[in-house]
């Protein structure tokens, strides 16, 4: 079982960067496939992006393809998700997953198994 923990959310404009953290406990995240989803008032929580266990190997949703890069520091137990060029349209609630199958592409929300209470992020224009 493992307990994670985002931060790093706030107001930002158009253009700006942002780095979401999700702080793991209990069982370390390079043995899970993590995950980074997002919901935005009035709409379904979307994948944005996801880091296999292991070697880590990443996906991204095209709607942050070439803007977003998910990370793993494995010393310090932590998952990042540094946002670039951010848009009005990525305002939502970011939230970290992880998925007890740690290899493949896995983009929808009901195969990962613990989740973050999640950090807001606002892009204002």
């Known amino acids: 079982q493992v307990q994670l923990v985002e931060s790093g959310g706030g107001l930002v404009q158009a253009g700006d960067s942002l780095r979401l953290s999700c702080a793991a406990s209990g069982r370390t995240v390079s043995s899970y496939a993590m995950g980074w989803f997002r919901q935005a008032p009035g709409k379904e929580r979307e994948f944005v992006a996801r880091i296999s266990g292991g070697v880590g190997i990443t996906y991204y949703a095209d709607s942050v393809k070439g803007r977003f890069t998910i990370s793993r520091d494995n010393a310090k137990n932590t998952v990042y998700l540094q946002m670039n060029s951010l848009k009005p349209e990525d305002t939502a609630v970011y939230y970290c997953?992880?998925?007890?199958?740690?290899?493949?592409?896995?983009?929808?929300?009901?195969?990962?198994?613990?989740w973050g209470q999640g950090t807001q992020v606002t892009v204002s224009s």
């Open positions: 997953a992880a998925d007890s199958r740690a290899y493949g592409s896995r983009f929808e929300a009901r195969w990962y198994d613990y």
